[in-house]
Antibody
Framework: EVQLVQSGAEVKKPGESLKISCKGS????????IDWVRQMPGKGLEWMGIIYPGDSDTRYSPSFQGQVTISADKSISTAYLQWSSLKASDTAMYYC????????????WGQGTLVTVSS | DIQMTQSPSSVSASVGDRVTITCRAS??????LAWYQQKPGKAPKLLIYSASSLQSGVSSRFSGSGSGTDFTLTIRGLQPEDSATYYCQQANSFPTWTFGQGTKVEIK
């Protein structure tokens, strides 16, 4: 069974750094792109970027370029989303998702990681 | 960038009703359109891909149509468990996805 398991909820202060994770299992992690999607409280879905763990090819939405860093460690089948200096506006639920290339959709989602940034 | 405009933003309907949600792309996206259902506190769930293909395991009460710029999600015989927010998503140009703003479906 394909599974994406994300790290737990985080509460941080503005200016702090953070790295959240998404561990894949049940499939060849290096052969599928992983997307990151943001959902701010009470709002819709926003595509942030994508990584191919096989070679770490990474692409960003222009809206998130320079604001976050997406990475992956294929040796432990884990993708990451990180911030160097959090803002209150980064408060959101973050989902990782496995992209199915034939249909260009998601065929498996992580459970989400809630990030709360508050002083 | 391709923009996706969904309507309505919310709809209230009775059990058994037919509900139609539309999604318009700012430029042609062929049939690269998916529909997701999201319930509170849960990850989205894929319902329809390639505009009209029903994802495995999804109720046949859901159907999708359209191509180019105009797309429709139809829920026939609305059930209480269909209460959720529905999003369209375009995937015409790799790697970028764009989601519609969502439609909240409530049961009267």
């Amino acid at each position: 069974e394909v599974q994406l398991v994300q790290s737990g909820a985080e509460v941080k202060k503005p200016g702090e750094s953070l790295k959240i994770s998404c561990k894949g299992s049940g499939y060849s992690f290096t052969n599928y792109w992983i997307d990151w999607v943001r959902q701010m409280p009470g709002k819709g879905l926003e595509w942030m970027g994508i990584i191919y763990p096989g070679d770490s090819d990474t692409r960003y939405s222009p809206s998130f370029q320079g604001q976050v860093t997406i990475s992956a460690d294929k040796s432990i089948s884990t993708a990451y989303l990180q911030w160097s200096s959090l803002k209150a506006s980064d408060t959101a639920m973050y989902y990782c998702a496995r992209r199915e290339m034939a249909t260009k959709t998601v065929d498996s989602w992580g459970q989400g990681t809630l990030v709360t940034v508050s002083s | 960038d391709i923009q996706m405009t969904q309507s309505p933003s919310s709809v209230s309907a009775s059990v058994g009703d037919r509900v139609t949600i539309t999604c318009r792309a700012s430029q042609g996206i062929s049939s690269w359109l998916a529909w997701y259902q999201q319930k509170p506190g849960k990850a989205p769930k894929l319902l329809i891909y390639s505009a009209s293909s029903l994802q495995s395991g999804v109720s046949s009460r859901f159907s999708g149509s359209g191509s180019g710029t105009d797309f429709t999600l139809t829920i026939r015989g609305l059930q209480p468990e269909d209460s959720a927010t529905y999003y369209c998503q375009q995937a015409n140009s790799f790697p970028t996805w764009t989601f519609g703003q969502g439609t909240k479906v409530e049961i009267k």
